[in-house]
């Protein structure tokens, strides 16, 4: 679909290429300018500012936060520094479907970590202890709504503490500045192609709040929060069991 004819007040069925098979040495170097894309464009800040918003438990069991579609890690690692800093002690999950963007993520993570990497789909993942948040990012534009309603669904049944998504927001603006600037900065193909794609395959609030009510929730059970740049996140706070 050319980009003149895009309709963003529709979510657009596009498809990305990281989607798709192609080699470990091309998927690395594509999660490579992606981690340097959430670097520059404060990709992080939305996670960790949720996370220094909780109450958390006071207990000396570890924290067990899992990261669904973890893509490169560079969020674990962010929320481990974030730990280490507090002396929060936690335990990290990193899932992913894709065992080629598991193994390269464990490779990016330097020694030692309390990261464990897991290849599976998230609703075949079996937690061998109780899991406290759940955090994805830039993960729920690659699903279809129906999966997201059953992801909701999967975090409300198993994050005691609560769970955050951290997307971005569907809008022609960002769609058009990230096009030309992925081009001037000379990222990697892939990211040049998915990430303007990933904006027209975004979503934005009244698609939100359908899905979550979809999916269970009242409107006072989550928030829909706003980061600069074109950030649209969904966060849940439960009191811990």
Not at 15 to 21: N, Q, R, V
Not at 116 to 141: C, G, K, M
Not at 217 to 241: I, N
Request: with cysteine; aromatic share 10%; proline share 8%.
């Amino acid at each position: 679909m050319p980009p003149e004819s895009l309709d963003f007040s529709r979510r657009a069925e596009l498809s990305e290429l990281m989607d798709a098979p192609c080699s470990r040495e091309v998927m690395r170097a594509c999660l490579r300018d992606l981690a340097r894309v959430n670097r520059w464009f404060l990709g992080y800040r939305p996670t960790l500012a949720w996370l220094r918003s909780l109450a958390l438990p006071r207990s000396k069991a570890p924290l067990r936060i899992v990261d669904i579609g973890c893509g490169y890690g560079d969020t674990l690692r962010h929320i481990e520094a974030w730990a280490r800093e507090r002396s929060i002690p936690i335990s990290l999950v990193g899932c992913d479907l894709n065992p080629d963007i598991i193994a390269i993520a464990a490779e990016a993570t330097p020694p030692p970590g309390a990261i464990q990497w897991v290849a599976t789909d998230v609703f075949n993942y079996r937690s061998t202890e109780p899991i406290d948040i759940v955090v994805s990012a830039l993960f729920t534009h690659h699903l279809t709504e129906p999966d997201i309603v059953r992801f909701i669904q999967w975090m409300e049944q198993h994050a005691r503490v609560g769970w955050f998504i951290n997307d971005l927001t569907r809008a022609p603006i960002p769609y058009h500045l990230f096009k030309a600037f992925s081009k001037l900065a000379h990222l990697h193909p892939f990211v040049q192609h998915d990430g303007p794609v990933s904006f027209a395959r975004a979503f934005i609030p009244s698609d939100w709040r359908r899905m979550c009510a979809a999916a269970g929730l009242g409107e006072h059970d989550f928030v829909l929060q706003t980061f600069t740049p074109a950030r649209l996140c969904v966060a849940r706070k439960k009191l811990a069991s």
